[in-house]
């Protein structure tokens, strides 16, 4: 269901889950909206060639991102490869705009005077004030809305355009007057090897029995070591995270 990415959630409590996901195809743009009842662990990349951003129009607890707490307006753009680890509360919207970098940039000037260039690669997290932000929220809403109360509304010319246009002045507003734009820099390259070696090796183990011992093996971590890597990056302790995952795996088979 989720188009320009891999991704993978799973649900931290026990219930039954459900979701919500709107994909809505633009002429420079595209845009995805989504909604999860339960509180799950998230991993992934981005695959979209266009410059990508994710928002949280409604985090109602705390969201963690790669180890840190994210103020919950906080914008990150995502270019293609860039990976993801989040951690996020239940009963919580997201939504992930891909949209191509030169009309953004000219956008981006043309109504704040702010020259940024969209970067080829890897995060940046950007914080907007609260009054543009407010206004990307809306204009978000605003075209999530109007396309579930008429699907057909976007294969008019004019209003395809005039959502396009919305959304794309909301983002240019927010990005500009962001009070603060710095490189994404939550997790050291010790801790993203790490943490590679040993999701690889749970991808090329799926279906077999994994134990503690195997993960810091595949890491080349201590057991002390291990469990601080993956309580900042999931919450959770590698015993509780092999148990979710196997519950995970049983409920997908």
């Known amino acids: 269901l989720i188009r320009g990415g891999d991704a993978e959630f799973i649900q931290r409590t026990p219930g039954a889950f459900k979701g919500d996901f709107t994909f809505i195809r633009l002429d420079i743009s595209t845009v995805q909206f989504g909604y999860n009842n339960l509180p799950h662990i998230g991993r992934g990349a981005s695959r979209v060639d266009r410059a990508g951003f ?26 293609r490869g860039a990976e993801f ?31 940024i260039s969209i970067p080829q690669h890897g995060c940046r997290l950007y914080l907007p004030p609260d009054d543009s932000f407010e206004d990307l929220r809306f ?14 509304l976007l294969q008019v010319n004019g209003a395809r355009r005039g959502a396009e246009q919305t959304m794309l002045q909301a983002l240019a507003l927010a990005l500009g007057s962001a009070s603060r734009v710095r490189p994404e820099t939550y997790a050291s390259s010790t801790r993203q090897r790490v943490m590679r070696l040993v999701e690889a090796s749970l991808e090329a183990r799926q279906g077999e029995t994994v134990y503690l011992a195997d993960l810091c093996a595949a890491g ?6 291990l469990r601080s890597l993956f309580q900042e990056s999931y919450g959770i302790s590698p015993v509780q995270y092999l148990k979710l995952r196997r519950l995970h795996q049983v409920r997908r088979a």
Do not use: C, K
């Open 139 to 152: 204009a978000l809403r605003t075209v999530l809305n109007s396309v579930h109360a008429d699907p057909a």
């Open 54 to 79: 994710l928002i949280r129009p409604d985090v109602r607890g705390d969201w963690i991102w790669r180890g840190a707490s994210l103020h919950p307006q906080s914008i990150i753009f995502m270019a």
């Open 220 to 225: 080349g971590v201590s057991e002390r070591t």
């Open 85 to 115: 680890q989040d951690i996020v509360p239940g009963d919580s919207t997201w939504a992930f705009l891909s949209v191509e970098r030169e009309p953004l940039e000219q956008t981006i000037g043309a109504f704040t005077g702010a020259q």
